[in-house]
Every structure is written in structure tokens, then in C-alpha cells.
């Protein structure tokens, strides 16, 4: 004869049904697997393009204690962009130098093969767009910015 499912009431012979936990109880695991994934979002996204931003951040240390050559072999220059050029726009009393103190990495954002790193230099009004390409981590001036011409 098959099991009976519900047992007799009258007789006490009947299963006793589980507690519920309780909502704190049910939540805490859901709520940790969110928080880890956030957690993992987060160092992702501060850390995906951390090459090109050290990259530029070295390019920065070398015009800041006027190693000008050195950071010159990182810019991606031509035949076009000579190294007087390099000086008018980088030298010690350059467009982007003149009175400059202090430059730092504000923004990054990936742009297919390459990647646009922004850099705030406390004598301009706005951060400069440089644009580093991924294989040979070159630098150029980036043709696109979120934030307008210094």
C-alpha cells in the first residue's frame, strides 16, 4: 500500500511542517553575492586600463623633471611632429607646461585599440586627451575628448 501523505490529525501522526526562516536569514546570501559582484565591478573598472594610465603618468614624470628626450621616444611622432615641436608643446615653458606644478591621471575610457587617458595639469582649465595605443603604448593627442580644448 502506498505511504500516506498527510498523516492522522486526531492521532498526532502527521509530519511537522518546517519553520521559515526568517527574511534577514533568506537575504544574506543573495545580498553577499551581490556585494562581491559589485566588489569585483569596481577594481575591474579601476584597474582596466591600468597600463595606458601608468604609461602616461611616466610620460608626465619625464616632462616634470625635464627629461624631454626620454618622454619624446614615448610620443608617437612622425616625420611631422619633430622634436622642436615636441618642445613648443612640452618644453619647459610649453603651451601645456607653462607654469605647471602638478599633472595627474583623472579619467581613462577604451576606445577600440587604443585607449583615451585624461590628464589634469593645474595650469590649464580643462584635463588634456591623450590618446595610447594599446600594442606599442605610444602617445598621441587624442582627436576625441569628453572635455573641451585647454
Known amino acids: 500500500m502506498a505511504d500516506k501523505l498527510i498523516g492522522s490529525l486526531i492521532y498526532d501522526n502527521h509530519p511537522i511542517p518546517k519553520k521559515s526562516r526568517a527574511l534577514k536569514e533568506r537575504l544574506k546570501v543573495p545580498v553577499a ?4 559582484l559589485i566588489f569585483i565591478s569596481g577594481i575591474t573598472y579601476k584597474f582596466a586600463n591600468y597600463r595606458e594610465e601608468r604609461r602616461v603618468r611616466q610620460f608626465m614624470e619625464a616632462i616634470e623633471s625635464g627629461q ?5 621616444q614615448q610620443w608617437d611622432a612622425d616625420a611631422r611632429y619633430t622634436m622642436k615641436d615636441f618642445l613648443q608643446d612640452w618644453g619647459k615653458d610649453g603651451y601645456y607646461t607653462k607654469g605647471m606644478h602638478q599633472a595627474r591621471v583623472i579619467d ?8 583615451i587617458v585624461y590628464v589634469a595639469i593645474d595650469s590649464l582649465k580643462s584635463p588634456v586627451a591623450f590618446r595610447v595605443d594599446k600594442e606599442t603604448l605610444k602617445l598621441s593627442f587624442s582627436p576625441i ?6
Open 145 to 150: 575628448s569628453k572635455y573641451p580644448s585647454p
Open 33 to 36: 553575492i551581490a556585494l562581491v
Open 68 to 72: 624631454y628626450d626620454l618622454a619624446y
Open 108 to 115: 581613462s575610457n577604451g576606445r577600440g585599440g587604443a585607449v
